[in-house]
């Protein structure tokens, strides 16, 4: 295992690739790459905002209905839990920053933690659902809430948050990957943490679009 500090220059920088004039330059690509993939994610999820807000005016009734049967103290935990864990992300990149590669670790390690956290309490939720029939389109046979447009709704639930999920599974994997590298490699420093500050970036949009999800699902 490699060293918990190490400082900067002590350890090779990133390799400079043939088609980028600097590391500067180089760095400065793989940021902006990263914020148009982040941009086209966040037109994934406007559709399904979009439709959302499309139902939610024809059926306003069922839409109030359907947000009431959710669990508002399941979302507000995960919504905690995702908040704290973006905080934990960005402190990667701090000491990432400074060369603290054992740090970087631990923060990765309590993300990822609270991002199974996010999804155990994810798995309840669902399995609540399937249990009293609040689910998408035909397959819907709650007798609570009979109202037009109750199954629309579970139909954008069960879209919205699965899709999120996915998300949180996918930056679950990226930000391992970046603390294998910090506990094994520990070639973190101020010259070398872009994968770090990448990872952190699609953290945070995860965060996002759930701060986005949670008062429009839970708190019609």
């Not at 959302?52 to 508002?72: G, M, Q, T, V």
Request: proline share 4%.
């Amino acid at each position: 295992m490699s060293s918990a500090h190490v400082t900067p220059g002590s350890v090779p920088g990133p390799k400079l690739a043939a088609h980028f004039a600097s590391l500067e330059v180089q760095k400065h690509a793989a940021r902006l790459g990263m914020w148009l993939f982040l941009a086209t994610e966040i037109l994934l999820f406007a559709g399904l905002f979009a439709c959302y807000a499309a139902y939610r005016f024809l059926f306003p009734e069922a839409w109030a209905a359907s947000s009431r049967s959710l669990d508002l103290t399941m979302g507000t935990i995960n919504t905690v839990v995702l908040i704290t864990s973006s905080f934990t992300a960005a402190m990667a990149v701090h000491y990432a920053k400074e060369g603290k590669n054992a740090m970087v670790g631990h923060m990765n390690v309590l993300t990822l933690l609270m991002a199974v956290g996010f999804l155990v309490i994810k798995f309840f939720e669902y399995k609540h659902k399937f249990h009293i029939g609040t689910l998408p389109g035909r397959y819907y046979f709650y007798e609570g809430i009979q109202l037009p447009g109750a199954p629309l709704y579970f139909t954008v639930y069960f879209a919205s948050t699965a899709l999120h999920a996915l998300h949180v599974v996918i930056g679950m994997t990226v930000l391992a990957f970046a603390t294998v590298r910090a506990y094994r490699v520990g070639d973190f420093n101020a010259n070398n943490y872009t994968q770090v500050e990448l990872g952190s970036m699609y953290w945070h949009l995860v965060d996002l679009v759930w701060i986005f999800l949670f008062p429009m699902l839970y708190l019609v």
